[in-house]
């Protein structure tokens, strides 16, 4: 078994040397080979430079350094695209993961799970602009993607190389990668992990992120939902505005027959007229959406279906 650490590092001048002998003191205990992939992320302090510095002592320690910062999950899908590991384990460069939970993961891992994601129970962090966002954020994501875990948000996890290997992460979407792995059958569990308060640097997250998860929730659900069939959550939504324009637009010649309201005298008519054309709009942007997906799937030579393993098949 090999084991691969990925630490997406942005301006952690004062917490990677430490996390650095944390990662060896526990890895070397471990027998399996590793390696430790540090990805820094456009850092203007002296990250590079201590990362450089580690790198040519350990052969283990491999750097991949961005032109600029592109976030957390670009960095975080840059490091898994780039390990070798046949388990792969994400965590903060910032101390509050703890490298002593590793072997705990790899002990799920060897249960039979294909996914472990940490759950940070005793968190240390603020109250307001912290904990409460994430309780919300961890709630809206279990009720739209049915997997239920407690913190979506802990960057330490443990999945098998099968499971994320084909996984394209965007915005903030690297908390979802669970969800991901579910729907694809993959067995998800959680544990409960160890979470220190910062001592170096400054968070780098706060009260905005909440927001573009939920903007990055609403796209995973279209893509695992109707990836396939656009047309059906388009052309749904445009039947439905198309039909309440023609019941507003009756309404409004009802009121006039029964000599109630002049139809110039309500605001039903525009608003007939502008659902009718919302729902013609609706059903034309599905068909557009069906054409690029089928594009999509046959330039690539893909399939809209995994299969999971085969029986009395050559090769």
């Given at each position: 078994?090999k084991l691969?650490?990925?630490?997406p ?5 004062g917490n990677?040397k430490i996390?650095?002998?944390k990662?060896i003191?526990v ?6 080979e ?5 990805v820094?992320?456009?850092s203007s302090?002296?990250?590079?430079e201590i990362?450089?510095?580690l790198s040519?002592q350990d052969?283990?320690v491999?750097v ?11 960095a975080?899908s840059?490091g898994?695209?780039?390990s070798?590991g046949d388990i792969?384990?994400?965590m ?12 705990k993961?790899l002990e799920?891992?060897k ?8 759950w ?5 962090d603020g ?17 739209i ?6 913190d979506?948000?802990c960057?330490m996890?443990a999945?098998?190389r099968?499971?994320i290997?084909d996984?394209n ?13 579910s729907?694809?059958g ?5 544990m ?5 308060p ?8 706060g009260?905005?992120r ?8 609403i796209?995973?659900k ?8 656009p047309?059906h959550?388009?052309g749904?939504?445009?039947?439905m505005?198309?039909t ?6 009756l309404?409004a010649?009802?009121?006039r027959?029964f000599?109630?309201?002049?139809i110039?005298e ?7 007229a ?8 609706l ?10 997906m089928?594009?999509?799937?046959e330039s690539?030579?893909?399939e809209?279906y ?7 098949f050559?090769?």
């Amino acid at each position: 078994m090999k084991l691969s650490i990925v630490l997406p590092i942005y301006n952690e001048e004062g917490n990677i040397k430490i996390l650095y002998h944390k990662l060896i003191e526990v890895l070397s205990k471990i027998d399996a080979e590793y390696e430790i992939l540090c990805v820094n992320d456009g850092s203007s302090d002296k990250s590079l430079e201590i990362l450089k510095s580690l790198s040519s002592q350990d052969r283990k320690v491999k750097v991949i350094n961005f032109k600029n910062n592109f976030g957390q999950t670009a960095a975080m899908s840059a490091g898994i695209k780039l390990s070798k590991g046949d388990i792969i384990i994400p965590m903060d460069a910032d101390l509050q993961n703890d490298p002593e939970d590793i072997p705990k993961f790899l002990e799920k891992i060897k249960e039979g799970f294909d996914v472990v994601s940490g759950w940070r129970k005793d968190r240390k962090d603020g109250l307001v602009l912290r904990k409460i966002p994430s309780w919300i954020a961890n709630w809206i994501i279990g009720k739209i993607t049915g997997v239920k875990i407690h913190d979506y948000g802990c960057s330490m996890k443990a999945y098998k190389r099968e499971v994320i290997k084909d996984v394209n992460l965007y915005g903030e979407m690297h908390r979802f990668i669970p969800a991901y792995a579910s729907w694809q059958g993959a067995v998800v569990t959680e544990m409960v992990v160890k979470h220190h308060p910062r001592i170096h640097g400054q968070t780098k997250y706060g009260i905005g992120r909440t927001f573009k998860v939920i903007l990055d929730l609403i796209v995973v659900k279209f893509l695992s939902v109707y990836m396939n069939r656009p047309i059906h959550f388009f052309g749904g939504l445009g039947f439905m505005s198309f039909t309440l324009g023609i019941i507003t637009g009756l309404a409004a010649v009802l009121l006039r027959l029964f000599g109630i309201k002049y139809i110039i005298e309500t605001p039903l008519p525009i608003l007939s007229a502008l659902l009718i054309i919302v729902g013609v709009q609706l059903v034309a942007m599905g068909i557009l959406a069906e054409m690029i997906m089928r594009t999509y799937y046959e330039s690539q030579h893909k399939e809209p279906y995994i299969i999971k393993d085969k029986i009395n098949f050559d090769n």
